[in-house]
């Protein structure tokens, strides 16, 4: 059960623009009543701020702000992490698909944030290994790669993504079908993979400091990292024919894409649970990180700490009870131009004639 902060006191005025939030003053609020809900949690305490003069409540600080059955978001990201698809989720839970896809998306965008207020903001302590998890979004005419930056302690830093053109082995049908699909929606941006993995790297690795990158012998790789000024970035490529054990220098990246595969639906093969949209893609890859970095150990069976404890990010492994204990604004946290476009949902799915933005109905 979610808390809420019903018996603390508010953190801080919900409203970005509020004075005791722009100046640095004491901030003045007081109680004023609750109200009732018919479901859990039954009784919300209301606040005033006397800055503003607006109202909010404990609610407003809680992740399940706005909803009124507040039970289901930790039951769905276990699920979600678990290899379920959301119209299974919806029949066992008895909730419409697309009350559960608006909550997925939630979970999405805080698991973003949780991940980005966490992680090591200076330079990383560990090699990084990099790689394109591929995958595709609305039918296999539009693959996709979903890039991963995990350091040799299995922690997931960040993630990226490429639009692609389909490629392969392709019938005289399926080639014709392309050509037609890309004439009316265009072709995805040729370098879009060395764009996203610089812009991943030089999230991660700030400017002025040194890291090792290892990856397998993608051209991309290479003119994404000399792009990045300012940095003493050391590459070092495998073959991906190398055999996949745990001595590869790539192991952490392959260990992650067999993980992502087995526990996400989407991600399966020959699934019909595959994403609609690159959005869709990316929160729930976000929602992974999240309990692949702080949540499950790294090893099952010797049910060790996850790597976010190895690296001393946080003293002991979080519940997914733990992660929704608290919601976090936009506000709090500062982030990248691409993780604020993630956030937003502002990575369009080019097959799509509209793609749904979030828009919070409060200023955060
Ligand atoms: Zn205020």
Known sequence: MPNSFSTRPPPFCPNPKCESRTKSIAWRFKRKGFYHRHYRPYKVQRYFCHHCHRNFSSQTFSTTYWLRYTGLLEMLFHRLVGGSCLRQISRELGVTHSALQHQ??????????????????GAPVEPLVLDGFRTFEHSQYWPLDLNLLIGTSHFVYGIGEA?????GKMRPAQREKRMVLEAQYGRPFPQATKRSVAELVARIVPEGSEATIRSDEHQAYPLALQELKGRRLHHEQTSSRKSRTTRNPLFPVNLADLLLRHSSANHKRETIAFSKRRQGVMYRAAIWVVWRNYVKSRSENRKDSPPAVALGLIQKTLSIANILEQRIFPSQVEVSKWVKQCYDGRISTRRLKTNRIYEPKLAE
């Not at 639009?163 to 490629?167: I, N, T, V």
């Open 163 to 167: 639009e692609l053109r389909r490629s």
């Open 104 to 121: 997925a998306e939630r979970l999405g965008r805080h698991c973003l944030l949780f991940h980005e207020q966490l992680r090591p903001k």
